[in-house]
């Protein structure tokens, strides 16, 4: 495995999803996950996707978000690719991946255009592995401190993924930006901003980018906002719900749109499917929650637990 990474904790089962919990070593002797998961009904030689972090934990603080137990430490190309290879070497040791759709997220703890590295790895990984339906993907929040990453991804993307091998993604959550602000309390871009970068970002032949809403009852997701800013031929809409984790209990925040209940999704969803843009409702296996493959979940879980032992020793 490349990089100095120490596993030491693994939950969920080979139907649905695995999440690691790895230890970073070093002076700061961080903590990060990474998960593996599937798409029932499909098959792992489906699909399979890998979710990495970037950071150990969050600068961004996200209140629907558990990854910011962390401060958010940029971690090295070789501790990323570390989590790939360990998923990879325990289902494909030899690195032929015959998977139709494969797909690797940047989007666990951590976002990816705070880290040059991952820059990096997009760089390597298309040649680490035989993996011919390879698909990186980057979610992002656009922050500001992250311009430079973003107009070097357009090259990268342009030379390396071209014709739809790559999926490119940004977390909106509402179209009112002081809404924006408390959901994703950090300097980036404003919803005109990404557009323009998007416009910049998409070539003939890509995928549409991808603005992610998960939806909280109460904030503001005006389709007529939307169409006027975003171009359907370019970009499309998926709506997630809020999940389970500490910060959403702690916050009060409550989903839209329940696992349990997809249908209520549809007004919704018709809106924008009637303004011209594609929709992915996006909402998972309910089996995610109690696995805790949420964002930041297990490892705050872990360091939860480490913290009230040290407690309870320090008592005694």
């Known amino acids: 495995m490349r990089g100095p990474l120490e596993i030491i904790s693994r939950r969920g089962n080979d139907d649905l999803a695995f999440v690691y919990v790895a230890r970073t070593g070093g002076k700061r002797n961080g903590y990060i996950e990474f998960v593996e998961s599937l798409q029932p009904p499909l098959t792992r030689e489906k699909k399979w996707v890998l979710i990495v972090s970037t950071l150990e934990g969050c600068p961004v603080k996200c209140p629907i978000c558990d990854a910011n137990s ?6 090295s190309a070789q501790q990323i690719l570390a989590q790939i290879d360990h998923m990879v070497s325990r289902r494909y040791p030899d690195g032929n991946i015959p998977v139709e759709k494969f797909k690797v997220q940047f989007a666990r703890m951590g976002d990816p255009a705070l880290n040059p590295a991952v820059i990096e790895v997009l760089e390597s990984l298309h040649v680490l592995y035989r993996a011919p339906a390879l698909i990186p993907c980057i979610s992002t929040i656009a922050p500001r401190s992250g311009a430079r990453f973003l107009e070097r991804l357009i090259r990268v993307k342009n030379d390396l993924y071209p014709e739809g091998s790559f999926q490119m993604q940004f977390s909106v ?3 009112n930006e002081e809404q924006r602000d408390f959901l994703i309390p950090y300097p980036k871009m404003t919803l005109g901003e990404i557009t323009a970068y998007g416009e910049r970002f998409f070539a003939e032949g890509d995928r549409k980018i991808a603005l992610n809403f998960a939806t909280p009852r109460g904030f503001e997701i005006d389709m007529g906002k939307v169409r006027e800013l975003f171009d359907p031929e370019r970009f499309l809409i998926k709506i997630t719900p809020v999940n ?11 989903s839209l749109i329940i696992g349990e209940r997809p249908e209520e999704a549809t007004p919704l969803v018709s809106s924008f499917e009637d303004a011209g843009f594609d929709v992915i409702l996006s909402i998972g296996e309910l089996g995610e929650n109690a696995i805790g493959s949420n964002c930041g979940q297990f ?6 637990k480490t913290n009230a032992v040290e407690r309870s020793q320090t008592i005694c």
């Open 244 to 254: 389970p984790t500490r910060n959403q209990t702690a916050h009060r925040l409550e």
């Open 299 to 304: 490892v705050t879980d872990h360091l939860h």
């Open 173 to 175: 959550h509402s179209t």
């Open 70 to 75: 962390q401060p958010g430490a940029p971690l």
